[in-house]
Each structure stands twice: as structure tokens, then as C-alpha cells.
């Protein structure tokens, strides 16, 4: 094998065989309910939030995901929830997502009708444990629990 060969498979591994980074928001409104996201290609309640983009951090990411999605701003950052990094976490590929819950205010709305459904809170007691996305009902369950985690 070339040198030259060598480097471009070394260049593709880099480049396509790395996990992608996102973040997901856990959005509390100041009376404690969790706003979840309706995503369209599922079907399945999910908290919103999606990948880094090129020369963001995560809480921006965070930020503009909460937004896009939910309709929200990002009032506080509470805290980190966790970094979840199983290769199976997300069907769709392997991603690690970083878990935030963030204290929120506004009306929670649809603002990209090509990605979400439908918008809605849940009380704490009345949260779709059985038709979540991914693996949201871990994020939910260590935010519950207080937990930080890195799994």
C-alpha cells in the first residue's frame, strides 16, 4: 500500500468513522413541567435538541436547538445531566449527547414544522415514558434521580 493511499484512509477514518457530537435539553418551565418535542420522523416524544454545528459549543448548540425546536429561549442552565455515548444510543448513528436542563421561559411552540409535530409540557407525573425517542427516558430518569453521568 502507498503512502498516499495510507493517508487517505487514515483522512476517511477521521472524518466518517467518529462519532458525531450533539446535545439534548431537558426545558423546565418555571411551574416544573418538562417540555418535550413531537418529532415527525417518529412519532415518539423527545426532548428536544440535535447536533453541534462547525465552530459552536454545546451550550450554544443547546441554545439554538431549544429555539429552533421548542420555540423557547434559554433562560438559566441548571445543570449537566449527563454524557451519553453507547454506539447504539441513537438508531440513526453513533452520536454522544450531551444532557443539559436548562430553566426556560415563553410559550412552548412549534418552530420548524419539518422536524417536530407538536410541542407540549408534561408535568413530571404525566411524562410519555412509554413512547420517548432515543434513549430520552434515561436523561429524564437522571435528571429525576439527580444524577451527572457519563455512560
Known sequence: ???FVHILRTLAGLLFRRPILG???IPVLP???IVLILRRDNRRWSLPGGLVDWGEDVITAA???LKEE??????EL???VGVYSRPKRDPRFHSVCVAVAVQVQGTPSVADPREVLEVRSFAPD???????AHDHREHLEDFF???????
Open 126 to 132: 404525566a411524562l410519555p415514558w412509554d413512547n420517548l
Open 1 to 3: 500500500m502507498s503512502y
Open 145 to 151: 434521580q439527580g444524577k451527572t453521568v457519563l455512560a
Open 31 to 33: 411551574d416544573g413541567t
Open 63 to 65: 441554545r439554538r436547538e
Open 78 to 80: 441548571d445543570r449537566l
Open 23 to 25: 446535545t439534548c435539553v
Open 70 to 75: 421548542a420555540g423557547l429561549e434559554h433562560a
